[in-house]
Antibody, heavy 120, light 105 residues
């Protein structure tokens, strides 16, 4: 059974660095073709893909946010991390991690999401 | 960015057929996928690569299209289908449509 779960600080101040963790089970990120992505959704709005890391450790970023994002994974291949630097109010959203298998890059399993509020 | 355009809302009666459209700003081959999202929940994959039904999804859902124009069809619509539906392309860096909110009359 594939499950993913996000965790984060809940609230942080503008200009700080946001650190998120995606813990997953039911698959290994070391398996060829596996990818874990981060996607966010401001309340009442659409979805925005942020970043991804694949089984080989290759990293991919949304070009519009690339300078602020860092995605990484742990050595046991059961957690993926995302850091967003210099957050502001526009980064307030629910952040999801999601799995992709193969090259078609659709998201077949999603975490429940973690809400992050940026406020002073 | 590949921009995906969806109509914002639709209202249909249970038992009817509904088609939800998604237009891409450039050709995406068949790399279009559809998700259903209910309030307070994460998105759920319905259709991948334009016309393939995801595991466990009822056969009432179907997808079609290629290039720039894609359609998600629900036939017949049931009360439980009240949700927002998003398209997503993966021909280029992944992007999502704005979502179509489906309401039942």
């Amino acid at each position: 059974q594939v499950t993913l779960k996000e965790s984060g600080p809940g609230m942080l101040q503008p200009s700080k660095t946001l650190s998120l963790t995606c813990s997953f089970s039911g698959f290994s990120l070391s398996t060829s073709g596996m990818v874990v992505s981060w996607i966010r959704q401001p309340s009442g709005k659409s979805l925005e893909w942020l970043a991804a890391i694949d089984w080989d450790g290759d990293k991919y970023y949304n070009p519009s946010l690339k300078s602020r994002l860092t995605v990484s994974k742990d050595t046991s291949n059961t957690q993926v991390f995302l850091k967003i630097t210099s957050v502001d109010i526009a980064d307030t959203a629910t952040y999801y991690c999601a799995r992709t298998t193969g090259s078609s890059y659709y998201f077949d399993y999603w975490g429940q999401g973690v809400m992050v509020t940026v406020s002073s | 960015d590949t921009v995906l355009t969806q109509s914002p809302a639709l209202a249909v009666s249970p038992g009817e057929r509904v088609s939800i459209s998604c237009r891409a700003s450039e050709g995406v081959n068949s790399y279009m996928h559809w998700y259903q999202q209910k309030p307070g929940q994460q998105p759920k994959l319905l259709i991948y690569k334009a016309s393939n039904l995801a595991s466990g999804v009822p056969a009432r859902f179907s997808g079609s299209g290629s290039g720039t124009d894609f359609t998600l069809t629900i036939d017949p619509v049931e009360a439980d289908d009240t949700a927002t539906y998003f398209c997503q392309q993966s021909w280029n860096d992944p992007t999502f449509g704005g979502g179509t909110k489906l309401e039942l009359k």
